[in-house]
């Protein structure tokens, strides 16, 4: 046909970022939604264990929550403005936040009836909290809302997720890995500004 | 944290410097730091990132105990020591005190013992290596109990180091690498085709033994010591993870495939694994690396290994093959080892360290076989003759070595001829035509369309020194003449060698009667005397093969002697009898030959006295055959280009088992030759086959081989054409390539009534003979099957080789006319009988025709009429075909609101397929077009999709030079006018280097002009000339990053 017609017999590897599976799985592409949560879901589990209550963190209820939580943001991810891979993180980072504190609230009020008397405190620390206490992960997130969004996924993305500086890069949109950890360096001695300004 | 590589701030004195220390993970040593605002701050986010990385992981079990001791005997087995241990056992060095040998036994961890889910896997593993026979997995000797009644696996002890111990020094040299992965490979073909996956493939599990052996251990899901996944060398730096996942998840992290982790295994888990592996081979790091078994997991699953770090001189296949294998999605993985092996082969065959010879010339030698005797004196003169002329013909009568000298003579001479050594078998080629193509086949050479092969040929050849060896001319003699006519002329560094019975009769040509080998004249002598003629040397090589307890001695040497005698010193006839030596001894061999050769009349020494010989010998060396292979050994003969055991079968109509024993008689008598691969091939030397071809004639049975052997290739073809298009494209057409030779014959051959066949081998194969660019091979062929008188009737399968028939037309200029008749025609037939796909499939050809000849009213309506039936039968594929014909056609008319809905809606197609080289194309399309609307922004965002798409593709992806051209026009819009004229210069290159040619009328082609004036007119004609050259100095790769690159900055 054509010499030009569709590609006949290029059998080659398909490739998606992270940006291209969150745009085809805002047009709809089920598979790609698929395929997003897999190469999503173990960063978030990952972070989920040390930022949930150790209570919910315990058993498998973290894993659940993770993925209740996500699936369910992931049927709504056409109302999602896509701004890239970093954007989409905070964003879903920012939901399990408030799932969370939902569910703490919720358990607060309905006590499992058969554990009555081992009443569970209200508030079980997280691995985090623990390690640098509860006042000061609140200080750190409320300067890190004062962030441009930008600036905000950069430390998310290397402080809590642990991204390498190459996939900041791909997930920000910067053009090499030393140019992502420079922003990187850049935010940090921003928000420790903000920390130390409260 | 992970450790990055970044500058170390040892005495960070700023905030910068600190928070550069903290993101690279590098140590803040705070005990040195002042006192400023935002420090504590600081503190605070390494503590948090510290906290976040430090994280504990779910644990697993702890190590097995060891149960027994050093020194402790197991009934005849003493324990020596330990060899390794993992969750599910323990390996210890034995020694098996009846045999003297080492062993190595595998036992259950201690409270595991009595574990009925462990001794089951015990006992499966033992079941499992007991059915598997291949020397790249070590064998079991048995399985035993204990007096205490503890169960323990007897096995091979395979000494050398693993695979991973030997990466723990870095990374392998490509021969090396691709020779380990090639025996890995086909261990793990092995066992799947013993239905067995190994599920736990790992550098730790392959063993390299000092032989250079690879096998393959632990199909039971044990770990050797040593391997650093088991040991305290895990964690941050050695890029290794500590196998935390190994109680919940069978496998080890970094190798298991990420459907594994749902619980789906299949023989694809395994090619996943050995992806990984051939990786870490080339590039000496995991290609998942973490510091966590979580990092890993979270790696398989998410992230891409970095392919920056193949070593640049990996052949493109082998990039294709490590891509495909860990592809996560395993529908779109490669689903056999047979698919990864056949990449691994282009692989070798591209990579000129790993080649099969050791030469650095390109060739297609195939390896010798047995061990090429004498002929010293000969091949000299051979090489003056050549060195003189340019052209030699070996001559001679049939079984004279014409074939084997002659491949001697090429590989003496690469080191010589550098610009390639190609050897053409013509003996299966009965078309004269075909001489030509078969010449660009073994070279590889892909015919173009519009140009003349010879003038394809003539360009590779022209200034190369090349030596090309035409093998068994003389039934194409005058095909022959003439294509060594075209090629001496032009090219200067070109040598020909011919073979045949008789010469070219060419001006300046050399020819060399190939003598028969020198024959002691009288029967006295003692070995060491007679041992210097060569035919003597000759039986005395091959008997030896035969009889492994063959030796000349005084006792047999008068025999030998007799039999060369007798048999004039004929090479194969030699052969042949040597080959019987496994069941008679020299005096028998020497008193049957006597007997038949007392019965010939010609005269000793003349060319029709040695026809007679050879004739006689292979009488008596096939009469001897069991009477039961008598007519198989004749209906083979129908296999002009040989064959392979499936073939085998369908012919003669037997077991696997029957057909193997009947190959292993026939190769035993040296009456087939056996090329070992992934798919072993058999096939008759030419004189062998005429003599079974006669046979067959004479027999009355070759109606019912011919039948076999057509209804075998035609199904070959039809099974082929739908998986020329999947994920096992590779191995189907190197499958097909193998029997290409007989699938052409079936249909040259082709009687009234076999044209049933002939259509269906036709029709099925245009996209085989599309993509190794057979096109007038292909053409010719289906153009037969056509015109068989019972080829007429307007059936589906006359359809289908009709439209096979425009396909392979379409592709030039002068056959569209043509191709056009055969889609209307193809079309009418598919209308009446109600085939719609059929009628879209004839529909879209003379759509695309149509507006190849630039007629684009005609080809719109076609295409639309295709367009409502893809759309009626959901047929996402051909609509986007059709769509992008559209999208073309209302391009080409300059319609170019109409031409980007339709591309862009083609794109959205291919983007729901995830059909990667549809969307480079179309993306690349979509932005052109934009741009030439003046729609800047709407150009950057599929032309930014197009350079990703292409970056996974690979740069010699056809549409690299469009993307550079779009990216060209798109820069000189901005007027980024120095990036327009790099563009511009790449695009050049790339254009060159794919031997693709655009014209003005190519709309692709169109704004290129206009944009590069642009650029003149700003920069200046001679700033723009050293831009322009700038680009055509990158490489592909380089161009697109930089494109990428401006198009963010921009």
Redesign the interface.
Known sequence: MDSRAPGEGDGAKPHETTGVLIARARAGDTLAGQRLLARLLPVLRHWARNRFPSRIRDARDTEDLVQEVLLRAFRRIDSFENRGEGAFLAYLRQILLNAVRDEARRSNRRPTPSRLEETIPDTAPSAVEQAIGADRLRRFEEALATLPGEQQQAVILRIEFGYSHARIAEALGRPSADAARVMVARALVQLARKIDEA | ??P?T?PQSDKPDD??GI??A???GTRVDWGQIGDS??????K??E???????G??EPEASAEPATIFQPGERLGPYRIEGELGRGGMGVVYLARDLRLDREVAVKALPAGLTSNPVALERLAHEARILASLDHPGIAVIHGMEETAEGARFLVLERVRGVTLGARLRTGAMPMAEALNVATQLGEALQAAHEGNVIHRDLKPGNVMLTASGRVKVLDFGLARPAGDSSTTGESGPGTGRAPDATQSSLEGTAGYVS?ERLQGIADARADVFAFGAVLYECLTGTPAFPGATS??V??AV????P?FSRLPAETPESIR?LI??SL???PD?RLATMDSVLALLRRGRAASPAAARTASSTPNNLPPERSRFVGRAEVLQDCESLLASGRLLTLTGPGGAGKTRLALRLAARALARARGGVWFVDLSAVAEPSRVPFAVAEAMGVREQ?GIPLARTLLDRLRDADVLLVLDNCEHVLEACRSLVLDLRDGCRGLTLLATGREALGLEGERSYDVPMLPVPEDAEGDPGTLMRYESVELFVDRAALAASDFALDGGNAADVARICRSLDGIPLAIELAAARAHVLGAREIADRLDRMMGLLRAEPGTVSRRHATLRAALDWSVDALPPEAHGSFRALSVFVGGWDLAGAKAVLGCSDLEALDLLDTLARRSLVTVARGAGTRYRYLEPIRQFAAERLASSGEEGNARAGFLAYEAALAERAEPQ????E??AWLDRIGAEHQNLLAAIEAAGAAEAEAALRIAGSLW?FW??RGHLRTGAAAVRRALSLPGASAPTALRARALYAAG?LA??DMEGQRRAREYFEEALSIFRAMGEEFGAARCL??LG??A??RREFAEGAARLEEAQALYRKLGDL?GL??TL??LG?AAWNQGDLARAGERIGE?L?L???A?????I???AVALSMIRTRRADALGAAAPLR?AL??L????AR?S?AAGALLAAGELAALEQRYVDAARCFGAADRVLEQLGLVFDDADV?WKGRSPALAAVRAALGDAVSEAHLAAGAKMDVEAALRAAR?EL??G
């Open positions: 944290m992970k990055e970044g905030l910068a928070a550069e903290i993101t690279d605002r935002g420090l504590s701050g600081l605070l986010i503590q948090l990132g510290q906290a976040y990385a994280a504990p990420p979580e990092a997991l979270a699953l998410a992230s891409d970095d294709q891509a495909a592809e996560k999605d779109r369309p020329l298009l999947g994920p494209q590779a996209r599309h993509i396909a379409a592709f879209t050809g695309a025709v507006s190849a594929r986007a075909v992008n014909n073309a083609a959205d291919a983007r729901s995830g059909d990667l080289g549809n480079a194309q179309l999709e990703d798409t970056g996974s593709l690979g992806h549409s692709w690159r963010d900055r």
